[in-house]
């Protein structure tokens, strides 16, 4: 499937603020505090940008209106009316928070609730589309719920760092956050090898019994939508190096760097690790997203030879 | 409305022949020449006399080559064959295009099972296309709208042109009458019967999508090499040991006093 960048951004933003947002539901950090002011303020802007973000991807925008209607059975408008109803609460207590220094407990729950149930809505537009078998899968939800509670413990680590003198115990969450998060992705990365499920070129052509079925012809000379965004080709190798990339960004260094700073708590040092551990793992999850879409094969590929993404 | 409705009465739908497709891709031309002037926004061609052109289109060819077990490509009496395969919206039972679409610009109509997208309500998403197994929808690059095939709706109840002509256009033009169109719903149909008696089959039924539209399989055919070889055994005289007719009167003939029994006898 095609990368696009608008899709890119608008699932990691969205996904590290919601997990922001939710964490601070939870009343992981003292209203008192800036840490959590800025970090409700933080939340909110990483949830806009990446909404924002995801209207780039759209041929005829003037029409999104109509996205919040057909929740009953489309997951894309229900991620659409539940980025809506979160705004709510996560708005209300980002006004209690940084004008009142007030945290409201049980709105703190809802809220974390519908920022999880958002996140949720995003992954399951993609795991419910059965077409792309990489994706149609139940570790798609898990690694992006999990991803985003991690991303929002990194950021919230930098935040308590850089703000109160300390992190406490959010360095050792993050840390497990992470490595929790990328264990379901690394599952999820395994099924790389089921290709298509259970469709081939002999079941979408029904030719099969006939012997083996091989592309002589395709329809159209040029490119078209289908080859641009559907038979997007990556380069084995090339995959695997950026695989090991995500790794090393989203996993290792932020997970190294944080228990450095949990061993230095309040020193400058630790300050400085915990703030490029959110970059770091920021990037680590661009190229994950980015793996996401461009190594997963779609169904339709089969008429079109199945080299329309030989991965090589 | 992006849910389905329960069940559709009648099932307008295609049956596609791949024994008689010649792979002429008229049915694509004349598919494009009604759609781009009737349904909703025309079909766009970006670059049409550029150095890469394309367009949207509605019905294409793909063109398969299908090489049996210890068949050869190369070798004079190959047995491989080629089957054109003509591929459009298949107006599938359990449409995902149809449910997955979130303004309900995608819908399925309850009253003759056609799967159309109304672009007044159309954002371009694009998860329709993504979730449909056979390509059979196409993004228009300058309206950014979804195109699909409307088994041109527009004609096929249109009592302002003749009768004949009442059939989709891909139809109404195919020169090899490959391809039929009717109500897959009803059994006594012609359509119905065409796919009972030719064994007709699902594009990958393991989607789940209980697609409408059938293909008749390429009929049994001999293998290429039996009627090569066959050709070589009549035309070489050693080869008439067992020749019955015409050629065993000449063999039984010239045979005749001679010490040898019969030409061509090991
Ligand atoms: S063929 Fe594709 S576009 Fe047509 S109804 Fe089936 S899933 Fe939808
Ligand atoms: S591209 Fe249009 S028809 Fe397709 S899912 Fe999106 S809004 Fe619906």
Sequence with gaps: MHPAYSVIFFTTLTGAGYGL???????????????????????????????????????????????????????????????IVTFVPVTVLAFTNIFMGLHIGWLGWVSAILCMMTVYSTSMIYASIRTINLWNT????????????????????????????????????????????????????????????????????????????????????????????????????????????AVLMGLLVPAVMLAIAFGLQGSTTAILLSVVAVFAHMIGMLVERWLFFATAKHAVSLYYGDTALDVR | MTTLPLATNKKLGLVIDLDTCVGCHACVIACKEWNTGGYGNALSDQQPYGAEPEGSFLNRIHTFEIVPEGGEVIDQSADSRVVHFPKSCLHCEDAPCVTVCPTGASYKRAEDGIVLVDEDKCMGCGLCAWSCAYGAREMDISAGVMKKCTLCVDRIYNETIPEVDRIPSCVRTCPAGARHFGDLGDPQSDVSILVAERGGFDLMPEQGNKPTNKYLPPRERKPLSDAVNAGFETANADNVGDATGFFGWIDKTLSKGSSNSKVGEK
């Design chain 1, 138 to 245: 139940w570790l798609t939800s898990a690694s992006y719920l999990l991803f985003s509670v991690a991303g929002g413990a990194v950021i919230l680590t930098a935040l308590l760092a850089l703000f109160e003198g300390g992190s406490g115990d959010m360095p050792k969450i993050a840390i497990i956050a992470l490595v929790v998060a990328w264990v379901a992705k690394w599952f999820w990365n395994k099924r790389q090898s089921e290709g298509y499920g259970g469709s081939t070129m002999a079941s979408a052509t029904g030719l099969g019994h006939l012997g083996k079925v091989k592309l002589l012809e395709r329809p159209h000379a040029m490119e078209n939508y289908l080859t641009r965004e559907m038979g997007f080709r990556v380069a084995r190798k090339h995959a695997a190096k950026l695989w090991n990339i």
């Design chain 1, 21 to 83: 947002a939710a964490l601070l539901g939870f009343g992981l950090a003292d209203p008192a505090m800036l840490s959590a002011k800025l970090g409700y303020f933080l939340a909110l802007g990483l949830i806009t940008i990446g909404l924002l973000s995801s209207t780039l991807h759209l041929g005829n925008p003037k029409n999104a209106i109509w996205a919040f209607s057909q929740w009953r059975s489309s997951w894309l408008s229900r991620e659409g009316v539940l980025a």
